[in-house]
C-alpha cells in the first residue's frame, strides 16, 4: 500500500504493448468480460485507492479493497454472482497527536441474481441484497453498524462500448453504542471503449458517486470526475486486467479527499 502499486502498474501498462494477447476475438472476449461486473467469470480484483489530503490536517489515506467475485450456477436459466470487499485501511491522523490507524475496515458483500441469457434488448443485469458487516478492526476504520439493503447492475455492450451503472443504498439494522445510523447510497456509471485495433486496451470512466443521507447539507454528496485506462493481457499464463485512473471530486464532504488515484490489478480466470 504505497506509491509503488500505482507506478508498478503504470509500468506494466506501458510495457504491455510487447506483452499483450494476440489480437483476436477470444482478446476482446476477455476484455468484455472484464469490464462486466456480473460475467460468468471468476476474478479477484485488487484495487488501490490513494486518496490526497485527507482530513483536517490534509494525510493521505490509502485503501486496498481485495473484492473476489464468486459466480454460481443455480439451473439453466439463472446465476448468483457474488462480490465481497476486503478493504485494507491506512487511515490518517485526524487531530493533531493522533497516530496513524491501519487494519480492516468494514467488509461489504453483494449478491446478484443474473440471468443467463441476454434478452433481445441486449441488456446484461443483476439485482440482489447488499450488506455491510460490522468488521472493522478499530472505530476509526468502519462505521460501527451492520446495513443491509438493495443492489442492482445493468449494462450494455454494444460496437466499442461498455455502459452501464451499479448501484446500491444500505441503512444500518443495528450500530454500536454511541454510532451513527446507517442510509448512504452508492452510484458506479460506467462508460468503457475499446480501442477496435487493440481489443484487449480500452478507455474507463467509472466514478463511484455515494451519497450519506444521514450527513447535514453540504456534506452528503461525494461526486468523483476523471478517466482511466485498462490492459487486459497474461503474464505468463495467467490473464489479468490492469487499470490506472485518477479522479478529481467536484463536489465533496468538508475534509473528504480532493481527489484520488486508483490502481487495480485483477486476476482473471475465464471458464
Do not use: C, H
Request: charged share 15%; net charge neutral; glycine share 8%.
Amino acid at each position: 500500500m504505497s506509491r509503488t502499486f500505482p507506478a508498478i502498474l503504470f509500468a506494466l501498462l506501458m510495457a504491455s504493448s510487447q506483452v499483450a494477447m494476440a489480437q483476436s476475438d477470444s482478446a476482446a472476449e476477455l476484455a468484455r468480460k472484464a469490464q462486466n461486473p456480473i460475467a460468468n467469470m471468476i476474478s479477484v480484483p485488487f484495487q488501490l485507492n490513494w486518496n490526497f489530503d485527507t482530513g483536517p490536517l490534509e494525510k493521505d489515506q490509502q485503501i486496498l479493497n481485495i473484492q473476489p467475485v464468486l459466480p454460481i450456477s443455480l439451473n439453466d436459466d439463472w446465476n448468483l454472482i457474488t462480490r465481497t470487499i476486503l478493504p485494507l485501511i491506512s487511515q490518517p491522523a485526524f487531530t493533531t497527536g493522533q497516530s496513524r490507524e491501519s487494519g480492516i475496515g468494514d467488509i461489504n458483500f453483494s449478491a446478484f441474481f443474473s440471468p443467463k441469457k441476454t434478452g433481445p434488448s441486449g441488456w446484461i443485469w443483476g439485482v440482489g441484497p447488499a450488506l455491510i458487516m460490522n468488521a472493522a478492526s478499530d472505530d476509526r476504520l468502519g462505521q460501527g453498524a451492520w446495513s443491509l439493503g438493495p443492489t442492482g447492475v445493468f449494462l450494455k455492450m454494444k460496437g466499442d462500448w461498455v455502459t452501464g451503472a451499479l448501484i446500491n443504498n444500505v441503512w444500518s439494522i443495528s450500530t454500536d453504542p454511541g454510532r451513527s445510523d446507517v442510509n448512504q447510497m452508492l452510484i458506479q456509471p460506467f462508460i468503457n471503449y475499446n480501442f477496435p485495433k487493440k481489443p484487449d486496451r480500452y478507455l474507463s470512466f467509472s466514478p463511484i458517486i455515494t451519497a450519506n443521507w444521514e450527513a447535514d447539507g453540504g456534506d452528503k454528496w461525494t461526486v468523483p470526475l476523471g478517466l482511466g485506462i485498462g490492459q487486459v493481457m497474461k503474464l505468463g499464463k495467467q490473464a489479468v486486467n490492469l487499470q490506472l485512473a485518477a479522479y478529481y471530486n467536484v463536489v465533496r464532504p468538508d475534509d473528504a479527499s480532493p481527489w484520488q488515484i486508483r490502481a487495480q490489478f485483477v486476476l482473471m480466470y475465464p471458464k
